[in-house]
C-alpha cells in the first residue's frame, strides 16, 4: 500500500456478548475451595511430620596406617666435617668449594610408604 491507496475500511463492530456473572463466580469459588483445601492438607501433613536430625557416625578404620617409633637421641651429634680449603685458580683467582646453604633433609614420599617401597632412588639438583 502506498501512500495514494484509501484507508483501508474500518471492521465492522459485531454485537457484544452477553456478560456471564455466573460462571465467573463458579470458578471464583472453585479457586478459593482448593486453595483453602490446599491449605489444610499442608498443616495436616506438616502436623503429622517428625522432624529430627540424623545421627551420623564417623568410622576412622578405612586408613591403615603403621605407627613407627621415633629413634632414640645419640649421646653426641654428629660430627661436622671441616670445610675444605680454598686453593689458587690458574689465572689468579681464589677457587673456594662449594658449601650448601641449607642441607638438604630426606623425606620419604607417602604414596611410596603406603606401597610398601623400601629403597629407591633419589636425583638432587644443586
Known amino acids: 500500500m502506498g501512500p495514494w491507496d484509501p484507508a483501508p475500511p474500518a471492521p465492522e463492530a459485531s454485537e457484544p456478548e452477553p456478560k456471564r456473572r455466573g460462571s465467573r ?4 469459588l472453585l479457586s478459593v475451595a482448593a486453595l483453602v483445601a490446599l491449605v489444610v492438607f499442608l ?3 506438616v502436623a503429622g511430620a517428625s522432624f529430627s536430625l540424623r545421627e551420623v557416625t564417623y568410622d576412622d578404620h578405612s586408613v591403615d596406617m603403621e605407627i613407627i617409633e621415633p629413634l632414640p637421641p645419640s649421646a653426641a651429634p654428629p660430627a ?7 686453593s ?6 681464589v677457587v673456594r668449594p662449594p658449601a650448601w646453604v641449607k642441607v638438604p633433609v630426606p623425606v620419604f614420599p607417602t604414596l611410596a610408604m603406603r606401597r610398601g ?3 629407591g632412588v633419589v636425583v638432587l639438583r644443586c
Request: aromatic share 14%.
Open 88 to 93: 689458587v685458580g690458574p689465572n689468579g683467582e
Open 117 to 119: 617401597v623400601e629403597e
Open 80 to 86: 661436622v666435617p671441616s670445610p675444605p680449603k680454598a
Open 25 to 28: 463466580l463458579w470458578v471464583w
Open 43 to 45: 498443616v495436616v501433613y
